[in-house]
């Protein structure tokens, strides 16, 4: 077992990636919260729908933010996917540089491959986002429009 004046150091380097972990947490949140807004704004639209008498203009408004919707709860949905696993592979990479630094193994490159695909999956939730936000802003004019 080793002393504790050699496990400060390991745990110290283990502990850093946590940051990144605090930061996509925040992002996970922000992600979900838009996500059920969303969904409460679709499932109003889909009743003022049902509501609708004939198929005017104002039916068809609402149909197509019905879509524009439905389309960004995908991309939500992969960019919340995308934040998950980024943690994943955080905690995973936190995990290794901890056994391979109390073991003495040599790991390199997994740790260097667990950290640019934990950067992967960030940088995909982050497009994913943007292009969220690019779809509400759509809708948003789709609205004011009508």
């Known amino acids: 077992m080793p002393s504790f004046t050699t496990l400060v150091p390991i745990l110290q380097l283990a502990i850093g990636p946590v940051i990144l972990i605090s930061g996509v947490g925040l992002l996970?949140?922000?992600l979900t919260n838009r996500f059920g807004r969303m969904v409460d704004r679709s499932r109003l639209l889909a009743r003022d729908l049902t509501l609708q008498t004939g198929d005017g203009p104002h039916a068809h408004a609402l149909q197509s933010q019905i879509?524009?919707?439905?389309?960004?709860?995908?991309?939500?949905?992969?960019?919340?996917?995308?934040?998950?696993?980024?943690?994943?592979?955080?905690?995973?990479?936190?995990l290794v540089l901890?056994?391979?630094?109390?073991?003495?193994?040599?790991?390199?490159?997994?740790?260097?491959?667990?950290?640019?695909?934990?950067?992967?999956?960030?940088?995909?939730?982050?497009?994913?986002?943007?292009?969220?936000?690019?779809?509400?802003?759509?809708?948003?004019?789709?609205?004011?429009?009508?």
């Not at 439905?70 to 943690?87: D, E, K, W």
């Not at 943007?130 to 429009?145: C, G, P, T, V």
Request: proline share 0%; charged share 15%.
């Open 28 to 30: 996970l949140l922000t």
């Open 98 to 146: 901890f056994l391979s630094a109390l073991m003495a193994w040599e790991a390199g490159w997994l740790i260097v491959g667990l950290f640019c695909v934990s950067q992967i999956a960030l940088i995909g939730s982050m497009a994913a986002f943007i292009r969220d936000m690019n779809l509400s802003l759509d809708a948003f004019r789709l609205e004011i429009k009508h």
């Open 67 to 94: 879509d524009i919707l439905h389309r960004r709860a995908a991309i939500l949905r992969f960019s919340i996917l995308c934040g998950a696993t980024t943690v994943l592979l955080v905690a995973v990479l936190i």
